[in-house]
DNA sequence: GCGACAG
DNA sequence: ATCTTGTCGC
């Protein structure tokens, strides 16, 4: 049957992505972004994919809701679900964004008063080879605002781990302080950012979708207990928990 | 051949 | 993503 190329996937995937680009919002539309201690922001959500040792298709899907500003869970959901795309490395988003659209579409139609009123992406949004990363993904076809929090730097964009960069992060003193991420043609695609004062590596905020780049930043510090955002923490913590509960492990070399 | 490669 | 506990330091 199909015996489609992984190149032909590839390219109807940047064709999608590059549509989708177009419907990406740099800017705050929200009331409460623009107050200086986010008042009026009530829940933040946290998502995230866990998976087991040697199985890349079968994967728990995890969405947490926080309020805010206190950060404890007001709704967990963690979702067995089976994944039919392959990890390519900047169409994460092909892999992850459905079953993560369904866990909020499940939130909506169970507890629409919980709906969060802006998402915690375990990954990047506009910081990606083609401005459009996970975060900008969920972002668009969810219509949530969505902030994108990676744990490492990709090498893309002309921004690269060098010296310079190292030093930068050597700089940084205190949780809350951040550089730029500029491509090499002058735009800011992101930011790295101490998230707290106890972690000197640092996490790279991007904006996804309806949220401005240092709205995103300031929200991300004012949400990190620990160096992760809390919603993302949670959601990565309670997925292992599932998996760790619902498929415990085998010993290797023991005989079933 | 070597290095990079969000999760 | 996952393989993995204790340990050194403040």
Not at 134 to 141: D, E, P, Q, R, S
Not at 193 to 213: A, E
Request: charged share 20%; hydrophobic share 40%; net charge negative.
């Amino acid at each position: 049957m199909s015996a489609a190329p992984v190149q032909d996937l590839v390219k109807r995937w940047e064709s999608e992505q590059a549509h989708l680009r177009l419907q990406v919002v740099e800017e705050d539309t929200e009331d409460w972004q623009r107050s200086p201690d986010f008042s009026g922001l009530e829940r933040v959500a946290g998502v995230d994919l866990s998976f087991i040792k040697g199985d890349d298709i079968n994967a728990c899907a995890q969405l947490v809701v926080l309020n805010y500003p206190d950060l404890e869970v007001l709704y967990e959901d963690s979702q067995m679900v089976t994944l039919t795309a392959p990890y390519i490395a900047g169409f994460l988003a092909f892999r992850e964004t459905p079953s993560l659209l369904e866990a909020l579409q499940r939130l909506q139609k169970n507890q629409p008063t919980l709906l969060p009123q802006v998402v915690f992406v375990d990954g990047n949004g506009l910081f990606h080879y083609r401005e459009f990363g996970l975060a900008c993904h969920l972002g668009v076809l969810s219509g949530l605002p969505c902030v994108g929090v990676a744990k490492n730097l990709l090498q893309v964009q002309g921004v690269y781990k060098s010296e310079e960069h190292q030093s930068q992060i050597a700089a940084l003193q205190k949780g809350g302080e951040s550089f730029p991420l500029t491509s090499a043609s002058g735009k800011m695609l992101g930011k790295a950012l101490r998230s707290s004062d106890s972690s000197s590596k640092p996490v790279y905020v991007s904006v996804g979708h309806k949220i401005s780049l240092d709205t995103a930043v300031r929200l991300t510090h004012s949400c990190c207990r620990y160096r992760v955002p809390e919603p993302i923490r949670q959601a990565d913590c309670r997925s292992r928990e599932y998996l760790r509960i619902n498929f415990p492990a085998t010993d290797a070399g023991m005989k079933e």
